[in-house]
């Protein structure tokens, strides 16, 4: 069951909610396409591949098969394959070697999913030897050494863990390398997915800005002229949905309750990206910063920075740590900034 953007609204009148992390947004016909096939997913029990660029929402996606599914009331395990360490990575997966440690061990991953579902984020990064047995999991074989190795051909559903899998790269070229196993790819190509990316789903930006807001309180919540949702539905967006949605948190944060134009909005884009040696080749600066005669821009953008280190500052009560996770940034940047502006901590913290 998928609950749309309008039914979502519904709850607007809450200070602020927790977001569901399963539900597909949007009312475009990318949106629609997606949970046309996630539904499909769903009622499959046999490995799923989602592909599509990073931040996008596999992860979402991944959830809604989840939630739309026979196995929503078992496990939904994520293994964060670039978090692996090489080292440990078939114990903590497979179980395999944990018998050799005196310490209990908690149940390997697979374990946990017993009856469930098991998402590996970022696929591509799993070494050859975790890839190998996968695969042969996949093909119905048991693993020696591995304890209690989930039979997939069991009649008993609790047997059985599912297999979702996301990726960012592209598997062909990495197969190409010997870097991934074309066996693996097959089997879990058995059902495939392809998120896309915002840029092609640009009719659901303002209704997904509405949504993110629903996660602050109402008093932070701003709204946007035409100029501000036409620059929005114009730029490139290269970190997809994540990248919409930390600019939601900053403007929140940044003018909280205010009414936002191009050239704010302009700003709080610019302060979340990358330094870069060129210009991406689809930006137009006279649209993203609103150049006019007199317009400096690095005055500008120093003062929008001065102003949201304060804000995530006085919001943080003067701890640093927090305003810098409220910032989005690393503690030590945080306090660079802090130095450059020139402020002071003490004058941030609560008394009493």
């Keep these: 069951m998928y609950l749309r953007h309008r039914e979502l609204k519904a709850g607007k009148e809450a200070e602020f909610e927790r977001l569901p ?16 096939m996630v539904a499909l997913a769903a009622a499959s029990d046999g490995p799923l591949l989602l592909t599509g660029p990073a931040g996008c929402g596999k992860k979402v996606a991944a959830r809604a098969v989840y939630a739309a599914s026979p196995q929503r009331n078992h496990p939904f395990v994520t293994v964060n394959v670039a978090a692996l360490a090489e080292q440990n990575a078939i114990e903590l997966l497979f179980g395999i070697g944990a018998e050799q440690h005196r310490r209990a061990r908690p149940p390997s991953l697979f374990a946990q999913a017993r009856g469930g579902m098991l998402f590996f984020d970022e696929i591509a990064d799993l070494s050859l030897e975790c890839q190998a047995l996968l695969e042969q999991l996949l093909n119905h074989a048991e693993i020696p050494g591995m304890p209690s190795s989930p039979k997939r051909n069991s009649a008993e559903p609790t047997d059985k863990v599912r297999i979702i899998a996301a990726s960012s790269q592209c598997l062909a070229s990495k197969i190409g390398e010997d870097r991934f196993r074309q066996d693996l790819y097959y089997h879990l190509s058995l059902l495939s997915i392809h998120v896309p990316p915002l840029r092609q789903r640009r009719e659901d930006i303002a209704t997904l800005i509405d949504y993110f807001q629903m996660a602050h309180p109402t008093a932070q919540r701003f709204v946007m002229d035409g100029a501000a949702l036409q620059l929005l539905e114009a730029y490139h967006w ?3 949905i994540r990248e919409l949605r930390n600019l939601v948190a900053r403007a929140c944060l940044f003018h909280p309750g205010r009414p936002l134009g191009a050239r ?23 649209d993203l910063v609103g150049i006019g005669p007199g317009f400096n821009l690095k005055a500008y ?38 130095k450059r502006y020139g402020i002071n901590q003490a004058e941030f913290k609560k008394k009493g």
């Design 21 to 36: 992390d399963d539900v597909i947004i949007g009312d475009g016909g990318a949106a629609h396409s997606l949970r046309q």
């Design 238 to 240: 290269p970190g997809n």
């Design 264 to 286: 704010r909005m302009a700003a709080l884009l610019t302060m979340g990206q990358p330094l870069r040696s060129k210009p991406h080749r689809q930006s137009k600066p006279n």
């Design 301 to 338: 953008l120093d003062d929008e920075e001065l102003r949201f280190i304060q804000s995530a500052l006085q919001q943080a009560g003067g701890i640093v740590q927090h305003a810098a996770d409220l910032s989005g940034l690393k503690r030590t940047t945080f306090i660079e900034k802090m």
